[in-house]
């Protein structure tokens, strides 16, 4: 990538002076007439006809990094390095504090901003496999033995892994300050409900704290915390907020909503707004997607591969998930194994709408192929759902089987169908 490149930032980490360096340099390169730099100006700024000067080349790189201005990149740079001054001296030891998070990929970025409290993976992927509105001890096991049904794992491993999540709930009353850190896909507010949820039903004395964000500044395409530098987390620690009782009603009625056989109480929830958290509403729309389209049969995720897959033709697995992280998909959420698992029912059955290559390659390397009732499927003139190898499937607490009747989606209309197969 050359130098007088947009140069996309993921990290969310700025540095001044090397930005000041890119527009010296696109200013140069402006000057001595080069094409790309002069396409950059002119997709920022109006057509000119005096010299560019070093000002507007550095309104161009604000602007390209997604700044209005180049005095708001350099406020926001100045912010991040406040923020971890800051922290430096004081963290997170005024309180006992426990941070909760549905991964473990900020836990040693926290460490290395300067954070001391204790950590909490609670990772259980509720946007995959069934939900119910029980007690956590039945959820716990079903959820345990779907997940090692799903991706080739013991039972007791996988239990004993889900029961010190769970249990860990439990403990809250050891702490002074719990802390949810959540970005806005459906993976991270459908754990998030459940977590709100379970706090409005535990009511722990401990201060309860939310950090959800669905944007970075300077950060184009922003998909999880967990791609942040450490200085990132330094910043965002003071923008956490107050867990309110409305939040924690919200939690209590999303859980609820996405436990449900009938995703109507879902779809009344979602044209709600949510507005004690707006970004979970957005979410539980992109789970509602997941059921099968009112047109083709397909949830969103099977259209998005089908489609890659005929625009660009055969893909190794791992280039088509590449593709939907970074291009197709309106809001990221997917891992590679559960991507993988929701593949399953399009490559089995007698006529499967997605074809592998059988090798020695592990599956993310194996080329992947559109089959010719995958085509259909997205012509028009073959229906999705009724193809799936699968015999049933789960989207919340709504469970699909092909040759019954159920639920579809209309997401341009929003409206629910039961569908009579």
Known sequence: MSSTSNNP???????????????????????????PALERVNCWLP????????????LVIAREIGFASWPKLKQHIDSISHAN???????????????????????????????????????DPYCIGPLRYSAAEPLEHDRSAFLADAFGMTFPDVAARQRQAYDKLQQLDDYQRVVLWFEHDSYDQL?????????????????LELIAVDRIPGVQRFIGIGQLAPELLSWLWPQRQPISDALLQLGSAAWQALTAADPSELLQLINSGTPALPMLGKALERHLQQLPGEGDGLGLTERLTLQILKANGPLSVGQVFSRLMREAEPLPYLGDLMFWWLLQPLLEGATPLLQIEKSHLKWPQRPLRLTALGDAVLRGVADGFAARGRRDYWVGGVQLVPGQAHWRYDAERRQLLLHSS
């Open 9 to 35: 930032i993921s990290h969310g980490r700025l540095n001044l002076e090397q930005q000041r360096k890119r527009a010296k340099e696109l200013l140069k390169a402006v000057q001595a007439g080069e094409s």
């Open 47 to 58: 057509p000119r006809s005096e010299p560019l000067r070093l000002a507007e080349a550095q």
């Open 85 to 123: 001054r800051r922290l430096l001296r004081h963290g997170d030891v005024d309180l006992k504090t426990l941070h909760i998070r549905c991964g473990s990929d900020i836990q040693h970025s926290l460490k290395t901003a300067g954070f001391t409290g204790d950590f909490l993976e609670f990772s």
């Open 191 to 207: 754990i998030l409900a459940y977590l709100l949820h379970r706090l409005h039903q535990l009511q722990p004395g401990a201060k």
